[in-house]
């Protein structure tokens, strides 16, 4: 393999144990620094990130390259993350992921240090070696969102828990098939395993580099020079092509909502109705209700729910869940808070072939839906909801889904 150039950002080496590394790793070209290199980071091959490190205003600076990172994946390259807590500074410190804001939504804090390889994992021969050095991890992962422009993601080790505390997200083909391996954090003290473990995990990583046929380019270098002299309107174009982009991935997000089940559901539910005008918390991971939605001097608590066989239907055991979430709130709130429960069901069919929404129901969920006064909504009905936001965005529009909402016992009729 030739020679590759590392960067490795946020370690708090000393200069002994630094000088040890490169000795190991002597073939290849590494920079440590504590803040930020001058050059570009795809003039690298390699990035090393070691996330707890990085709060406060490093966390916007880090957002601030998030175009050089998009470009350094494009290229094919390899960035290894230790994950922390998702915190937010300014912009949150994954937002320089692509996908950075959708998967920090799903990264659940905890903490442990058991790790189980994921023996199923076509990749666990190489990393094996690896995990047999102590970690501590601070998030776990619930389930993986769809993420727009990720090819797959290979989960590399578990908790005791099952849940995913290493994995490697790879990016689709037309997007360069950068990959990112994300890590728990090292938990050696002897000088020996952390230069051991470091040595290993970059000649682990390097095996992960495809073989990319680099077509010869005829052409003059660029001068820094030329940004000064755009051509008629191209700023305005640029806007729109990030705009179009952003719609895109926005769009690919909300059409989950169709689909997905479980606590892949949750997000799409949430953005649509972010769209609404409600101020959304994501409480799911906590063990709460789904979503939390407030407008105003409004409240209301939500539940998301799936069935995927047309043979299931929604019965009071279901309905008396999202009731039950009433009771984290004390009694004097509880009348004045709205219950709703979102459903997508017949998920392993097209929507034109389900069921009517009001068939998914027993008679007697339908009484209690009535009773304790929960709108239920369908997935479906939030799609297109969605879309006709984006046709008529006007206020008024909103406010009358909302009204209509927030006054529903039963099933939503639009």
């Not at 970690?135 to 908790?159: C, G, H, Q, T």
């Not at 939390?292 to 069935?307: A, C, P, Q, R, T």
Request: with cysteine; aromatic share 14%.
């Amino acid at each position: 393999m030739q020679s590759k150039r590392i960067l490795w950002l946020g370690f708090y080496f000393t200069e002994n144990l630094e000088k040890e590394i490169r000795e190991g790793l002597e073939r290849h070209e590494c920079l440590f620094v504590k803040d930020f290199p001058e050059y570009a980071f795809y003039d690298f091959d390699l990035i090393l990130i070691n996330l707890p490190n990085y709060t406060g205003f490093d966390i916007e600076k880090l957002y601030e390259r998030r175009e050089e990172v998009k470009i350094f994946l494009e290229s094919g390259k390899i960035i290894v993350c230790f994950l922390a807590r998702p915190y937010s500074y300014m912009s949150g410190n994954y937002d320089w992921l692509p996908f950075g804001s959708s998967l920090s939504q799903y990264l659940h804090e905890s903490r442990g240090t058991s790790i189980i390889v994921n023996r199923e994992s076509p990749l666990s021969k190489m990393f094996e070696n690896i995990f047999k050095f102590n970690f501590e991890w601070v998030v776990d992962v619930y389930s993986f969102p769809s993420l727009y422009d990720v090819e797959k993601v290979e989960i590399l080790a578990y908790n005791r828990g099952n849940l995913p505390v290493s994995f490697l997200i790879e990016m689709k083909e037309e997007k360069g098939s950068g990959k990112i391996v994300f890590l728990p954090l090292l938990k050696e003290e002897k000088k020996e395993k952390i230069k051991g473990f470091y040595i290993s995990l970059v000649n682990t990583v390097l095996q992960l580099f495809k073989h990319r046929l680099i077509k010869p380019v005829y052409s003059t270098p660029t001068p820094d020079w030329i940004k000064d002299y755009p051509c008629f309107n191209e700023d305005k174009i640029r806007e729109k092509k990030e705009e179009c982009e952003r719609l895109l991935h926005e769009f690919f997000n909300i059409k989950r909502v169709l689909f997905e089940k479980g606590k892949n559901l949750v997000l799409p539910v949430s953005l649509i109705l972010e769209k609404l005008g409600y101020n959304t918390t994501i409480k799911e991971f906590s063990g709460q209700e789904d979503i939390e939605i407030s407008y105003g001097s409004f409240k209301g608590i939500i539940e998301v729910k799936s069935i995927e066989s047309e043979k299931r239907k929604i019965d009071k055991t279901y309905i008396g869940q999202v009731i039950a979430h009433l009771y984290n709130f004390p009694e004097e709130e509880r009348e004045e808070i709205k219950c709703i429960i979102v459903i997508n069901y017949d998920i392993e069919k097209p929507p034109i072939k389900r069921r009517k929404f009001e068939e998914i129901f027993t008679q007697r969920s339908l009484d209690i839906l009535k009773a304790a006064q929960i709108c239920a909504i369908s997935s479906l009905q939030l799609f297109d909801i969605y879309n006709k936001i984006l046709q008529d965005p006007s206020e008024e529009l909103k406010k009358r889904i909302r009204e209509k909402i927030q006054t529903t016992n039963g099933i939503l009729l639009l």
